[in-house]
């Protein structure tokens, strides 16, 4: 393991750091190429790095870090299917999920390729069938609502999608998405809908995760109980098993699970243990994303992570946007303290793109030792965050601006918004734009005492209405919000957040931080439902709240 904070370029940035006054005002006056010099293309991406708190030297120096650390190596290691994933001792390939027909990787003798295409042709037709109508529920009916079940990476990346898509999807076919366990997310996701249209994706990397497994069961008890009841089909074993057959399809790396299930394996798309749940929505897991907008935008999507991937395997590091903004976050992180990143896109149809961030990266990074077990050696794992402006101008921009914490934002918006526009929506959308602009503009220069008090303001409102300025932003615009410019978007994250686990020398592919819940969940189950002794093995503290709960629970 490299410790980071050992290499030369470390001792450098502290140097750097410590007789650094960032000044993005004066940066800019004094140099009026900055904006240019600063700014990255990848792919259709555009991204502005200039309002960051760097200089020529110190983004040189984070490049050379990138060296001292061995990114360039870590990355082909990934890229050609080495076991980085040491502590599942898997290979990390969820690159290989985009590459193009016909591509070759072969990774213990056996080309990978050919097998996610084999898979992508299946979920294809499949889509195909459900969106042409030809694929019929169990009374005949063509399918209208398709339910994805599933959580965390079999949820949130899908979901996500599809909101940033809706303008791709047909009239007349939607997807809905439940994940909680609390039984109130299935029922309302499904209080509306007609059984005998209706179809169920059940995503599940492992197959075993109680959530997903609890609300498939509800999900087919619903199904079999409304069409039971409404005489749609017989009360048999053979009738009810030809119905799940027509309502349930599956997306799983346990195939065999997928069966005892009772969902027919000629309906499960498969996936394999190289790709991370958080890093699944480009394999069958985007089962329901396809189906939405079809197998050629999905195509698309698939072509536009490619795209991101080729630039982060081959640009040099001042190039590289994934790795500079991956380089940038250790430098906010690790020499600015910073604790949180906030993420805000000004555009609607990605409402769901902070929430998706928070697994890929929190889950990735939010690490205390080194892939070897070690103790980290400087704080790693930012807290992403957002909501897209302008709604989060009236909620929490005021501490972005004047708050005392430092907090490094993205805003991301594109030229064209997606839906045709209507009579008089350019002026609208030119107001949602202005904003973009005017906030990272706001954030880099703040406001002066003396333009304050230029304005006229009584001297006592002078200090409560500075603004400091220096507050650091990247800004990534993009044509539009098409399949392609997603997929770009979510290539560009994974590959910030690889570069980032690479510095700190972490293993950004494993997660056993969510297992000791699971576990301790299941112990305390029992003890809600009457059993002593399972409740006298508890501590004082939750034995009080079981015992508010069962006090005041009703029915
Ligand atoms: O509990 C965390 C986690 O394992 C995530 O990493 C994963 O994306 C999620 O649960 C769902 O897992 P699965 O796809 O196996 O149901």
Redesign the pocket.
């Known amino acids: 393991m490299i410790d980071p904070t050992k290499t030369d370029a470390w001792a450098t940035l502290s140097d750097l750091y410590e007789g650094f006054t960032p000044d993005l005002r004066g940066w800019f006056e004094a140099d009026p190429g900055r904006a240019r010099e600063f700014t990255r293309t990848a792919g259709d991406l555009y991204v502005d790095l200039s309002k960051n708190l760097v200089n020529h030297a110190i983004l040189d120096t984070l490049c050379r870090l990138a060296d001292e650390v061995g990114l360039g190596e870590r990355r082909d290691a990934m890229l050609r299917g080495d076991r980085i994933n040491v502590t599942e001792d898997r290979a990390v390939l969820h690159t290989a999920l985009r590459r193009p027909r016909g591509d070759v990787l072969e990774v213990d003798g056996h080309d990978v390729v050919a097998d996610v295409h084999e898979v992508l042709d299946r979920v294809y037709a499949f889509a195909d069938q459900v969106r042409s109508g030809e694929w019929t529920g169990v009374t005949g009916e063509s399918i209208t609502t398709v339910v994805n079940i ?7 990346g899908s979901v996500m999608v599809y909101e940033a898509l809706l303008p791709y999807k047909p009239e007349g076919l939607e997807c809905r998405f439940v994940s909680n366990v609390d039984p109130s997310d299935i029922y309302e996701k499904t209080v509306d809908l007609d059984p005998t249209r209706t179809l169920f994706i059940v ?7 109680l ?2 497994i609890t609300n498939a069961r509800l999900a087919r008890e619903w199904l079999l109980t409304g069409l039971v009841e409404s005489g749609a089909i017989e009360d048999t074993d053979a009738a009810r098993a030809e119905a799940i057959a027509k309502h349930f399809v599956a997306v ?1 790396t346990a195939l065999d699970k997928v069966a005892e299930f009772g969902i027919d394996p000629a309906n499960a798309f498969g996936f394999w243990d190289w790709v ?3 890093y ?1 929505v480009d394999s069958a ?1 985007g089962t329901a994303i396809a189906v939405a907008i079809g197998p050629d935008n999905f195509a698309d999507f698939l072509a536009g992570f490619h795209a991101i991937d080729e630039h982060f395997a081959s640009a040099p590091w001042k190039e590289n946007v994934p790795a500079l903004m991956g380089l940038l976050n250790i430098w906010y992180t690790d020499f600015f303290n910073c604790r949180s990143h906030a993420v805000l896109p000004y555009a609607q149809y990605l409402h769901r793109f902070p929430a998706y961030l928070q ?1 890929l990266t929190m ?1 990735s990074n939010g690490k205390s030792v080194q892939a070897d077990g070690d103790p980290v050696t400087t704080a790693t794992g930012e807290v992403f965050w957002g909501e897209p402006g302008t709604n989060g101008q009236h909620a929490f921009y005021q501490l972005l601006h004047q708050g005392t914490q430092l907090i490094p934002a993205d805003f991301i918006a594109v030229a064209t918004p997606t839906r045709a526009l209507r009579d008089g929506d350019q002026d609208v959308y030119e107001l949602l734009l202005a904003n973009f602009f005017a906030q990272t503009k706001a954030l880099a220069f703040g406001k002066t005492a003396a333009e304050v008090r230029a304005d006229g303001v009584a001297e006592e409102l002078v200090s409560a209405k500075v603004f400091s300025g220096n507050r650091p932003s990247t800004s990534i615009m993009a044509p539009a919000l098409t399949p392609s410019v997603v997929g770009q978007l979510i290539a560009l994250y994974e590959h910030i957040t690889f570069v980032e686990g690479v510095v700190w020398g972490i293993n950004s592919f494993d ?1 056993w931080g ?2 000791l819940g ?1 576990v301790l969940a299941k112990q305390i189950t029992p003890a809600l439902s009457g059993d002593e002794a399972a409740f006298a093995e508890l501590d004082p503290s939750t034995q009080g709240l079981i015992s508010y709960y069962e006090s005041h629970r009703e029915g």
Do not use: P
């Not at 995503?203 to 995760?209: D, L, P, Q, Y």
């Open positions: 599933g959580i965390g990476g079999s949820h949130l995503a599940s990397k492992t197959f075993t995760t959530e997903t799983s991370g749940g958080r699944s897991v697994q889950e997660q969510v297992e699971k």
